[in-house]
Nanobody, 120 residues
Framework: QVQLVESGGGLVQAGGSLRLSCAAF????????MGWYRQAPGKQRELVAG???????NYADSVKGRFTISRDNAKNTVYLQMNSLKPEDTAVYYC??????????????WGQGTQVTVSS
């Protein structure tokens, strides 16, 4: 019903910046909370940042002060601005969206993942 398309990943040196984008396509009635998760090899997937439909945000302690999540509701897009990147930020980053349909049911959608690699 809803597909999430991510872009913006890549290779960057420590201290550099990247901006991830995730656009939602398909049959969209409403997009509620959106977020970014990441998973490094051998590690569990963790929440990096989340944002509600009203713009309230929360961040993992490890990225506070460095990452900023935002959204453009007109474009059904969520962004993750990543500054002062560290090698430990290296992971596959996944976009997540909590979507509701016209009858009030909600669904959990995931992007395909985009690789972020930070070199030292």
């Amino acid at each position: 019903q809803v597909q999430l398309v991510e872009s913006g990943g890549g290779l960057v040196q420590a201290g550099g910046s990247l901006r991830l984008s995730c656009a939602a396509f398909g049959s969209i009635f409403s997009i509620n909370a959106m977020g970014w998760y990441r998973q490094a090899p051998g590690k569990q997937r963790e929440l990096v940042a989340g944002i509600t439909s009203g713009g309230s945000t929360n961040y993992a302690d490890s990225v506070k002060g460095r990452f900023t999540i935002s959204r453009d509701n007109a474009k059904n897009t969520v962004y993750l601005q990543m500054n002062s990147l560290k090698p430990e930020d290296t992971a596959v980053y996944y976009c997540n969206a909590d979507s509701g349909d016209s009858e009030g049911y909600q669904y959990d959608y995931w992007g395909q993942g985009t690789q972020v690699t930070v070199s030292s």
